[in-house]
């Protein structure tokens, strides 16, 4: 499990909560049931309106793998695909049969399974290419659905403000109560405009960047079962796979 989002998702309430606690707010008075239920429960009901069932069903999935995944690293995967190469080179594509039980890669293995069985090299790259088009599709659908939901928020949250003040004009008679409606209205924009930049849209980001991490892993792995079914030397098919790796995973696939 990577903790970024967690991590920073909790800080950044934590320190809003001490700011509010510094200039002699009470962080209680924000957690006013009606202005939360609004923009919550509205910006969710709008979102997910724009989509399809389907589409929501995998937001809830999506939200809970923004949250508790780990980040996956291409770079664990070249020493993996260079032993594959080796003993390919060594003893032939049909000998990789039972190595492949030991690998804990679907994708890497789908592919090597593919090409043992004799497929077309061209064919085998359009399958695996397919399913990494697929999955692209899929994830940018579920970061979709978080950011759509961080640009209805603060307008859900103003809607809710202008809902308040009508209840403070109808209101004006009885000056004692004005103070509390008027704190109720802008609590909706407050909580409109935090909720998409501290919740949606991190969300979101964190989706996106999930989606090139592994989508990167499966292209790492596909020119690796290029290289294994060409007969490529382990040696250069180390150098091209390092060279696909992300900024910062070098050092450790070298």
């Not at 724009?50 to 793998?65: C, I, S």
């Not at 890669?105 to 695996?128: Q, Y």
């Not at 690796?224 to 030397?233: L, P, R």
């Amino acid at each position: 499990m990577d903790p970024a989002t967690l991590i920073g998702l909790v800080l950044a309430f934590v320190i809003i909560i001490v700011s509010n606690v510094m200039e002699g707010g009470n962080p209680a008075s924000m957690l006013l049931l009606p202005p939360m239920l609004l923009v919550f429960g509205a910006t969710l009901a709008i979102t997910f309106a724009g989509g399809t069932v389907a589409d929501g069903k995998h937001a809830v999935k999506a939200f809970k793998r923004a949250l508790t995944a780990k980040a996956p690293n291409s770079a664990d995967l070249v020493p993996t695909v260079v032993s594959l190469a080796e003993r390919a080179r060594r003893d032939g594509l049909l000998a990789l049969e039972d190595s492949l039980r030991e690998i804990d890669d679907p994708f890497l293995v789908k592919g090597m399974t593919l090409a043992i069985d004799g497929t077309d090299p061209d064919e085998v790259r359009e399958i695996l290419e397919a399913e990494v088009y697929a999955k692209r599709s899929q994830d940018k659908h579920a970061a979709k659905f978080f950011g759509d939901a961080g640009a209805y928020a603060p307008t859900i949250g103003i809607v809710g403000t202008v809902m308040g003040l009508v209840h403070v004009l109808e209101n004006l008679a009885e000056p004692e109560k004005l103070g509390h409606l008027i704190a109720a209205a802008f609590l909706a924009t407050l909580w409109g405009v935090m909720s998409a930049n501290a919740i949606w849209l991190p969300i979101s980001s964190r989706l996106k960047r999930l989606s090139e991490l592994e989508a990167n892993r499966m292209e790492v792995a596909i020119e690796g079962v290029a290289a294994i079914q060409a007969g490529s030397n382990p040696r250069v098919v180390a150098q091209k796979l390092i060279s696909l790796l992300p900024a910062g995973q070098h050092a450790e696939a070298a």
